[in-house]
């Protein structure tokens, strides 16, 4: 349940209100919103409904959470949360920009390619060090060493690092690294991991499974919210369906679907969502277009030789062209890119 606390309420008040809730063994989020102050109320409040909250001095009206996601729901925080993480801002109007090779592979590489984000307008730079892949043959990540050449490029360009963290017991070692945490579309479902990643002050960047639901999404982005991280963003990153002519179908409803219920700032990842380099440049676009507060795009400095995912990499010239027509939707909707 919310408990919607009246404008100008002191402390005290607030204070009363919380201890109240974890005295009947609920959990309170306290959310300080521009128009007023709300405390979500999780846990099990089958008895709290009915316990005169609505009486304590300072609460304006006490009203039931509909949907089964709480934290992350519009009916507890009506204006959107704007992720910060060091060069990257994402939501409120203002589009960020995430790109970067699938892999982190060699210090040139990975310098290079930050350099060359950076000229066209990306507002971070993205690498896995940690690899999920779907063959144990295939290349794992550089792990420690990627981090450490992530922060190198981080020196020289100033730009957030978004980097993977595939299991519970990698993330204090990832978060020493890393402005962003990203979890990947296999672990989306991994509770463990998001509660692991929920008890850090690292933004995170949670993708959607491929076979998951919106609301098995914004469900896992609670286990996050509930762990005390505030700093979520969702990824759509395109779905298995029967079609095969894409790597994934990407579902761009889901952006002003999650818009209407969430909160949390949307980004799009047209690379995985496709597959295929020549489609990623209309998608990007299209992403913008309905609504998208960002990106997070595959470039590498010669994707035919990528360690993993070049097929659906852009070079540098091709994320400049995307780049250039993803500022003109931006601006004809609205946001700052
Ligand atoms: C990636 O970003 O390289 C990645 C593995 O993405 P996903 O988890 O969406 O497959
Ligand atoms: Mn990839």
């Given at each position: 349940?919310?408990?919607?606390?009246?404008?100008?309420?002191?402390?005290?008040?607030?204070?009363?209100?919380?201890?109240?809730?974890?005295?009947?063994?609920?959990?309170p989020?306290?959310?300080?919103?521009t128009?007023?102050?709300?405390?979500?109320?999780?846990?099990?409040?089958?008895?709290?409904?009915?316990?005169?909250?609505?009486?304590?001095?300072?609460?304006?009206?006490?009203?039931?959470?509909?949907?089964?996601?709480?934290?992350?729901?519009?009916?507890?925080?009506?204006?959107?949360?704007?992720?910060?993480?060091?060069?990257?801002?994402?939501?409120?109007?203002?589009?960020?920009v995430?790109?970067?090779?699938?892999?982190?592979?060699?210090?040139?590489q990975?310098?290079?390619?930050?350099?060359?984000?950076?000229?066209a307008?990306?507002t971070?730079?993205?690498?896995?060090?940690?690899k999920?892949?779907?063959?144990?043959?295939?290349f794992q990540?550089?792990?420690?060493?990627?981090l450490?050449?992530?922060?190198e490029?981080?020196?020289?360009t100033?730009?957030?690092?978004?980097?993977?963290?595939?299991?519970?017991?990698?993330?204090?070692?990832?978060?020493?690294?890393?402005?962003?945490?990203?979890?990947?579309?296999?672990?989306?479902?991994?509770?463990?991991l998001?509660?692991?990643?929920?008890?850090?002050?690292?933004?995170?960047?949670?993708?959607?499974?491929?076979?998951a639901?919106v609301?098995?999404?914004?469900?896992?982005?609670?286990?996050?919210?509930?762990g005390?991280?505030?700093?979520?963003?969702?990824?759509?990153?395109?779905?298995?369906?029967?079609?095969?002519?894409?790597?994934?179908?990407?579902p761009?409803?889901?952006?002003?679907?999650?818009?209407?219920?969430?909160?949390?700032?949307?980004?799009?990842?047209?690379?995985h969502?496709?597959?295929?380099?020549?489609?990623v440049?209309?998608?990007?676009?299209a992403?913008?277009?309905?609504?998208?507060?960002?990106?997070?795009?595959?470039?590498?400095?010669?994707?035919?030789?990528?360690?993993?995912?070049?097929?659906?990499?852009?070079?540098?010239?091709?994320?400049?062209?995307?780049?250039?027509?993803?500022?003109?939707?931006?601006?004809?909707?609205?946001?700052?890119?």
């Open positions: 349940m919310i408990i919607v606390m009246q404008a100008g309420t002191g402390d005290a008040e607030l204070r009363e209100v919380v201890s109240r809730v974890e005295g009947m063994g609920l959990k989020h306290v959310i300080v919103g128009e007023r102050t709300v405390v979500a109320v999780v846990g099990d409040e089958r008895n709290a409904i009915s316990s005169g909250f609505e009486t304590l001095p300072g609460v304006a009206s006490v009203l039931p959470i509909l949907a089964p996601y709480k934290v992350a729901s519009r009916e507890v925080q009506p204006e959107p949360t704007v992720v910060r993480a060091g060069s990257l801002v994402v939501g409120g109007g203002t589009m960020g995430i790109a970067g090779p699938c892999s982190v592979e060699t210090s040139e990975i310098v290079e390619t930050a350099r060359a984000v950076k000229a307008g990306a971070a730079l993205r690498g896995g060090a940690f999920p892949r779907t063959s144990p043959y295939s990540g550089l792990k420690e060493k990627g450490e050449l992530l922060a490029a981080r020196a020289e100033g730009l957030a690092i978004v980097t993977e963290v595939v299991s519970p017991e990698d993330v204090p070692l990832v978060a020493r690294y890393a402005d962003v945490l990203q979890v990947g579309a296999r672990n989306m479902q991994n509770y463990r998001l509660e692991a990643v929920g008890r850090t002050e690292v933004a995170v960047l949670l993708k959607r499974g491929p076979a639901t609301e098995e999404l914004l469900l896992a982005a609670e286990y996050i919210l509930d005390g991280n505030r700093q979520v963003m969702l990824c759509e990153r395109g779905i298995r369906t029967f079609e095969a002519h894409t790597r994934f179908t990407l761009l409803a889901t952006v002003p679907w999650l818009h209407a219920r969430t909160h949390l700032p949307v980004i799009v990842d047209p690379s969502g496709t597959g295929h380099a020549n489609l440049e209309s998608m990007a676009a992403s913008v277009a309905a609504g998208a507060d960002g990106l997070i795009v595959e470039v590498h400095p010669e994707p035919a030789r990528a360690a993993s995912d070049g097929g659906q990499t852009l070079d540098f010239a091709a994320f400049g062209r995307m780049m250039a027509i993803c500022r003109k939707v931006a601006a004809a909707v609205g946001k700052t890119m």
